[in-house]
């Protein structure tokens, strides 16, 4: 089985940890390991080294070669141009077509925290049998929610289908994407919906079909870069059809297309966070609604249900503070109210030009 870690986005919901230098995903959010380190080390028990792969920006290869010495370095994909994900998924899935058809693969993504990943990886490899029995189908993922999100993607399931080593895998019904708040309590407590992670398991081939399917002018370009796999041609055909393929996501491209008969859902409590943002961050590591969650040298007294994170040897002391969050980098201190999170992608995009381009 192939596991396959997205590395490339530039994370500016994390900013100022998240840079263009360093995304989130290279950065030590969680402990002292990245979040890349751990989506790779979270599969290790189970998956060979030889058997991960990394698709990142071209810019970011030799970062995520740094971090993660034990993958093959011939397994870590540069994108030259960022196309969105739709053509990141296809140049993977193209790649694997070469040597492993029929092989089942895993897409997962580097900026995601996963508690239980005994069971996590019990459900993989459950999934892989499912798809090494019939190739031809996809296998989503999901996490049981336990709260109603408004900022994450559901996933609505029928009726049990197969049962598989204790876990139950659910016919697939539809998507949601992020719903109002009266929306995401009826999804809650319907039983039949679930959190959308973008993991799924299914076969190179599936997958590829799906491609000339559904996205052809993609397929087409994909076609004639993957074809060159392995030989001295690849870096220049790939530098010179990617940019100029589609910008289009994977949904838009694939997963609002696919026959519902060729999928399944599983959902159970992996006690999975997306912890690509500060307000995820804080719910996914509180050990309270109301409690601090801080990192590095911080003070806080009379604080409560903010988020502290100091990344200096200078100490950070907060008084009085209530569902606050405060960053310092050294070169950046950001401080906003929780509720704000959401303005911080416009204010660094408006950094653009300006002299704090360089912080960004």
Not at 161 to 174: E, W, Y
Not at 196 to 220: C, D, E, M, R
Not at 225 to 253: H, M
Not at 276 to 285: D, H, I, N, T, V
Request: glycine share 6%; net charge negative.
């Amino acid at each position: 089985m192939k596991a396959i870690i997205f590395a490339g986005g530039v994370g500016t919901r994390l900013w100022p940890l998240s840079r263009k230098k360093s995304p989130k995903q290279f950065e030590k959010i969680v402990g002292n390991k990245s979040t890349l380190q751990l989506a790779a080390e979270r599969l290790a028990p189970d998956f060979s080294w030889k058997d991960i792969y990394i698709s990142t920006d071209a810019s970011y290869v030799q970062m995520v070669q740094q971090q993660l010495t034990h993958v093959p370095s011939n397994q870590v994909i540069g994108e030259p141009q960022m196309r969105d994900v739709g053509p990141a998924v296809g140049l993977i899935t193209g790649i694997l077509m070469q040597d492993h058809p029929d092989e089942p693969m895993v897409i997962l993504w580097s900026d995601h925290l996963v508690k239980n990943d005994t069971l996590f990886r019990k459900i993989l490899l459950t999934a892989g049998d499912l798809v090494k029995q019939d190739p031809e189908r996809i296998i989503f993922v999901s996490q049981k929610p336990r709260f109603a999100s408004e900022n994450l993607g559901w996933i609505q399931y029928g009726d049990e289908a197969v049962n598989k080593n204790s876990i139950s895998f659910h016919s697939f019904v539809d998507f949601q994407y992020r719903p109002d708040a009266k929306t995401a309590k009826r999804y809650f407590e319907s039983g039949h919906h679930a959190w959308n992670l973008g993991y799924f398991v299914t076969s190179p081939k599936f997958l590829w079909k799906q491609y000339q399917l559904h996205a052809p002018n993609v397929y087409q370009g994909l076609s004639r870069i993957c074809q060159a796999w392995r030989t001295g041609e690849y870096e220049r055909i790939l530098a010179e059809v990617y940019p100029a393929l589609e910008k289009i996501s994977f949904d838009n491209a694939i997963l609002e297309k696919l026959n519902p008969a060729d999928a399944l859902v599983v959902s159970e409590n992996i006690e999975w966070s997306d912890i690509g943002a500060w307000e995820a961050l804080k719910e996914a590591l509180q050990e309270a609604d109301d409690k601090n969650v801080t990192q590095g040298k911080v003070f806080t007294h009379d604080t409560q249900d903010s988020l502290v994170y100091n990344y200096t040897d200078q100490l950070v002391v907060t008084i009085d503070l209530d569902d606050m969050l405060v960053v310092n980098t050294g070169d950046v201190t950001l401080v906003c109210k929780k509720s704000s999170v959401p303005k911080i992608k416009k204010l660094v995009e408006s950094f653009a030009g300006t002299e704090n381009d360089h912080l960004t």
